[in-house]
């Protein structure tokens, strides 16, 4: 079965500082990887995925991440933090087509907080 | 990509009632899940609902505390029946989208006192 390991509860980084999310996976085959962000008091929005091609993928808001087979690690990552970029973070991943299952696991979260 | 309405977007109820949560997507979608998120808590699967089937639930989740319906491409509810303080959580539901994507309602708040 396919799981996702985020290895901080939360992450503080100043305003104009690169930004760094950890994300691992397990999953047979080749994984379907997903960044969700959740503000408060509203549902998740998409940030980005990565299927297949390029290892580095870019999203929404400025965010990127980067898809390392070997270290089976997909991070998150943005060049400047914003206030406003702070959130829950969620990495998810989903077993690839031909396994039949389409349900989408996610990591326990992470909190980032940005301080002006 | 899919736009859902979920409703309600928040509720406080008595326990040993039931609340039916709604979900209508503005497109024809084939699954469908159910999410619930605990205080603090990540995203667990609660079940797929396919359309004209019964919902698959995942493991600690069954059907008599549960219920799904998936009457047709574009709409399905979820109940959470016998409630008590212990079901206080958010219910999301989720639709999978074209390009292996996919999109969630902005969640029910369920208060359980």
């Known amino acids: 079965a396919q799981s996702v390991a985020q290895p901080e509860d939360q992450v503080n980084v100043a305003e104009g500082n690169p930004l760094t999310v950890k994300c691992t996976y397990s999953v047979s085959g080749n994984p379907y990887l997903f960044w969700y962000v959740q503000y408060p008091n509203r549902g998740l929005q998409f940030l980005l995925k990565y299927i297949t091609g390029d290892n580095l993928v870019k999203g929404s808001y400025g965010f990127e991440a980067e898809f390392n087979k070997s270290q089976t690690s997909f991070h998150l990552k943005k060049p400047s933090a914003l206030v406003s970029d702070s959130a829950l973070y969620f990495c998810?991943?989903?077993?690839?087509?031909?396994?039949?299952?389409?349900?989408?696991?996610f990591g326990t979260g992470t909190r980032l907080l940005v301080s002006p | 990509s899919a736009v859902i309405s979920q409703k309600p977007s928040r509720d406080i109820c008595q326990r040993g009632t039931s609340l039916t949560i709604q979900c209508q997507v503005d497109s024809q979608v084939t699954m469908m899940f159910w999410y619930r998120q605990q205080p603090g808590q990540s995203l667990t699967l609660i079940a797929t609902a396919n359309q004209g089937s019964e919902a698959t639930y995942e493991s600690g989740f069954v059907i008599d505390k549960f219920p799904i319906s998936r009457p047709n491409l574009t709409f399905s509810t979820l109940t959470v029946s016998n409630m008590s303080p212990e079901d206080s959580s958010i219910y999301l539901c989720?639709?999978?989208?074209?390009?292996?994507?996919?999109?969630f309602g902005s969640g029910t708040r369920l208060t359980v006192v």
């Open positions: 998810a991943v989903r077993e690839p087509p031909n396994t039949g299952f389409q349900k989408l696991v």
């Open positions: 989720s639709v999978a989208v074209q390009n292996y994507g996919y999109t």
